[in-house]
C-alpha cells in the first residue's frame, strides 16, 4: 500500500461515505412523505455519487418547523 494513489482512493471514499451519511440525515428529518424520503435514500446509497449530485439538484427541501409552544422550546 505504498502507491499514492490507493490512499487518494481510500480517502475519496470515505469522504463520499460520510457526506452520503450526512445527506442520508438531513433527507430523513424533511418533511416529505415516507415514499420519497425511501426512493432518494435508496438512490444515494445504491449510486452514491450520481444519487447524491441528483438529491442536491432536485431532491427535498426544508427542514421541520421549530417547536412553536414555549414548553416544548426547553
Known amino acids: 500500500m505504498s502507491d499514492p494513489s490507493v490512499y ?3 480517502g475519496a471514499i470515505v ?8 445527506a442520508i440525515m438531513n433527507l430523513w ?10 426512493m432518494w435514500a435508496l438512490l444515494i446509497i445504491i449510486l ?3 444519487g447524491l449530485i441528483a438529491w442536491g439538484y432536485a431532491g427535498p427541501r426544508g427542514m ?3 417547536p412553536s409552544s414555549p414548553e416544548q422550546s426547553k
Open 15 to 22: 469522504v463520499i461515505a460520510f457526506v452520503d451519511l450526512i
Open 29 to 38: 428529518r424533511s418533511e416529505k412523505s415516507f415514499n420519497t424520503r425511501l
Open 8 to 10: 487518494f482512493w481510500l
Open 48 to 50: 452514491p455519487v450520481i
Open 64 to 66: 421541520p418547523k421549530p
